[in-house]
Nanobody
Framework: QVQLVESGGGLVQSGGSLKLSCTVS????????MAWFRQAPGKERDFVVR????????YHAMSARGRFTISRDNAANSVYLQMSSLKPEDTVIYYC?????????????????WGQGTQVTVSS
């Protein structure tokens, strides 16, 4: 059984930083392009950033460029999201996701396995 488990969410002040982690079990993370999405209540799940299987190719949504960095440690079966210069509008639930075919997309429907999400709250 494949599980993706996020951690690292919490409360941070505006302008602060936070690092999210996602650990995959039940399957090698190298099977996946990994991505982070985020979702506000009542809204669609939005793409944030993705990283290729070898960790060389990254693609950021416009909202994430310059502030969010994705990385992965395949030996640890984990992917990370380093967030800086956080804003109150970054207050949402963050999800990690894995896509096991192709080279990665920014469409949530293309992802095969998901974590349960972790809440990030940025206070003004």
């Amino acid at each position: 059984q494949v599980q993706l488990v996020e951690s690292g969410g919490g409360l941070v002040q505006s302008g602060g930083s936070l690092k999210l982690s996602c650990t995959v079990s039940g399957r090698p993370i190298t099977d996946y392009t990994m991505a982070w999405f985020r979702q506000a209540p009542g809204k669609e799940r939005d793409f944030v950033v993705r990283i290729g299987r070898a960790g060389r190719n990254r693609y950021h949504a416009m909202s994430a460029r310059g502030r969010f960095t994705i990385s992965r440690d395949n030996a640890a079966n984990s992917v990370y999201l380093q967030m800086s210069s956080l804003k109150p509008e970054d207050t949402v639930i963050y999800y990690c996701a894995g896509q096991d075919s192709g080279y990665g997309t920014d469409n949530a429907k293309d992802y095969d396995d998901w974590g349960q999400g972790t809440q990030v709250t940025v206070s003004s």
